[in-house]
């Protein structure tokens, strides 16, 4: 390969990187919005995610804590739990439909777009 080539394919390379990478901080910001928002997610999650919501305390089973960063159902079956899948699912129908607690309640009215910011939000949560 010569070297303009190498160069400009590593150039692409980055610039890829940069706009993925931003993306990712553009959706995480328009979560925030929406958590704090219209999701009202902060009643039982909390401000800042860890759990300890208002409402957390007349809740069994808790709140989940983002900060942990582990979730806990495979909605699609694929073996793995938490998965962009499984999150969608879960804020979007909810956690009974999948065998868990019916006090997280299903959000079939935000739409798929903004729950994808609200999952890559949780995800900045992660301690
Ligand atoms: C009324 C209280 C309440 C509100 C409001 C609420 N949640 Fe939850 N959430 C819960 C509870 C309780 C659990 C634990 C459910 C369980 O373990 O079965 C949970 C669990 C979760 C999980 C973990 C799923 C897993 O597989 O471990 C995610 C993700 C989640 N909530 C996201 C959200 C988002 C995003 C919002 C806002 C749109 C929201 N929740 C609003 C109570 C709430």
Do not use: W
């Not at 190498?6 to 890829?16: A, E, K, N, Q």
């Not at 808790?62 to 073996?79: L, Q, V």
């Not at 499984?86 to 299903?106: E, H, Q, R, S, V």
């Not at 935000?110 to 992660?126: G, H, M, N, V």
């Amino acid at each position: 390969m010569k070297k303009i080539e190498y160069f400009v394919y590593t150039l692409c390379g980055v610039l890829l990187l940069i706009s993925v990478t931003q993306n990712a901080m553009a959706d995480a910001a328009a979560g925030k919005v929406i958590y704090d928002g219209k999701g009202a997610c902060g009643s039982c999650h909390g401000p800042t995610g860890v759990g300890d919501g208002p409402a957390a305390a007349a809740l069994d089973p808790k709140p989940r804590s983002f900060a942990e960063g582990t979730f806990k159902y495979d909605t699609d079956g694929d073996g793995k739990a938490g998965t962009d899948a499984d999150l969608l699912n879960i804020i979007k129908n909810g956690a009974a439909k999948y065998g868990g607690a019916p006090t997280m309640p299903g959000r079939a009215d935000i739409p798929d777009s903004e729950i994808q910011a609200l999952i890559a939000y949780i995800r900045t949560l992660k301690n």
